[in-house]
């Protein structure tokens, strides 16, 4: 069955808002973590991803679904974090073509510090994005999803 011209419109203004959201609480959580942590929210987002692993590592493929980005973005930068010591790579010892990135000790201190100012921005912004009406609604759906498991792989 097609789409009427009214339920595109309506998917259009979800679609808006849903990104409105995620662009607010981004620029919220960015300032935040480049002020405190020299940190970008992408940087703090690898970082907690690999974190979160019980053995602090994914295959670079693993992280690039992980973290909604290119394998060449990924490459990147998880390049930059090696550069400043909080990562580091190395191939995967059954299969020599698949490389592992892993939290360091440096990345690990540096996340566990950047954490608290990261929930607390976190927080922020999606109080003042609750005051808006049209992003009400996605801010009580966030609200109430529940992650999944530690260590669980979530491309």
């Known amino acids: 069955m097609a789409a009427t011209a009214e339920q595109l419109d309506e998917l259009a203004r979800g679609w808006t808002a849903l990104a409105s959201l995620h662009a607010r609480i981004e620029t919220h959580v960015e300032r935040t973590l480049q002020r405190a942590h020299r940190l970008s929210a992408r940087e703090y987002s690898v970082l907690d991803a690999l974190s979160r692993q019980d053995d602090f590592h994914l295959r670079m493929n693993q992280l690039a679904d992980t973290v909604v980005l290119s394998q060449s973005a990924t490459t990147r ?79």
């Open 77 to 155: 930068l998880v390049t930059r974090l090696e550069d400043r010591g909080l990562l580091s790579r190395y191939l995967c010892p059954d299969d020599r073509r698949g490389i592992y990135t892993e939290v360091t000790e440096a990345g690990r201190r540096l996340l566990a510090e950047a954490r608290p100012g990261y929930e607390t921005a976190l927080r922020a912004a999606l109080d003042e994005a609750a005051k808006r009406p049209e992003l009400a609604p996605l801010v009580a759906a966030v609200e109430t999803l529940e992650a999944p498991p530690a260590g669980a792989y979530a491309p």
